[in-house]
DNA sequence: TTACAATATATAAGATACTTAAATATACTG
DNA sequence: CAGTATATTTAAGTATCTTATATATTGTAA
């Protein structure tokens, strides 16, 4: 499991890349993916998530469908058109994050095959 | 220049790697390195960085020493035998932290060249 | 049948890490 | 002589996350 202190800041990023690969998804089914996904690495907190979901709605980049499954309440958030500009915005700002935490971390990258 | 909720975490694994890389550092000078490193895209603060220099040596991952160059105190940083174990512990999660955002924000990543 | 695990959301209290801003001081450049 | 670059420090405020707790249903194993 990483250390959560590198999560921080990312888990925005997280939630909307995934809604706009899933369509729509509710907050349980957020953090089964991370985990899927990363194989464990990643798994989110419902202290972090919810809170991050009902302030990402607020700002009108998702909207929710409430719907009864089972007799359980599953709250579907998907992308607003606000939210896929955001979503396109913050995975630029990711791939440049990640390129430069490379370029420390594995300097000269071109020299691997030199 | 990158948002700095994503760098949030980072901060002190940078530090370490560069430390690693270049034996010695002083603060200013970790903050010119990372702007260079990633062509400006990653400004560190001084109210960000001296605060986890000073928390990394009280934990005995550093070990400084003062000098006087031009009239002007330089206070260098190096990494102790501890702080050199903590680097690698460090990179490794990084590394499977990079792993992880790749995962998710490019799923299916062996399609790449199918 | 009872207890535990999984599903599903919510939120309060506390910790921590970072931003912003201001202070201090010297050297160099136009 | 004003502004930029060098160099470190620290206080106050904010944001974000962790931890813990609450609530409620369904499925499963003993």
Redesign the interface.
């Known amino acids: 499991m990483?250390?959560?202190?590198?999560?921080?800041?990312?888990l925005?990023?997280?939630v909307l890349?995934?809604l706009e690969?899933n369509g729509r998804m509710y907050g349980y089914e957020i953090t089964r993916k991370?985990e899927e996904?990363?194989e464990g690495?990643?798994k989110l907190t419902y202290g972090a998530l919810y809170p991050v979901l009902h302030k990402l709605e607020s700002e009108e980049v998702l909207v929710t469908e409430s719907e009864n499954f089972n007799n359980r309440i599953r709250i579907y958030y998907s992308l607003t058109p606000k939210g896929h500009s955001v979503v396109v915005e913050k995975?630029k700002?990711?791939?440049?994050?990640?390129e430069?935490?490379?370029?420390?971390?594995n300097?000269q990258p071109g020299l691997r095959y030199a």
Chains 1, 2 share one sequence.
């Open positions: 990483i250390s959560t202190d590198l999560i921080k800041g990312s925005k990023t997280i890349k995934l690969e991370v996904l990363t690495k990643i995975l700002e990711m791939k440049e994050f990640i430069s935490l490379e370029k420390i971390v300097p």
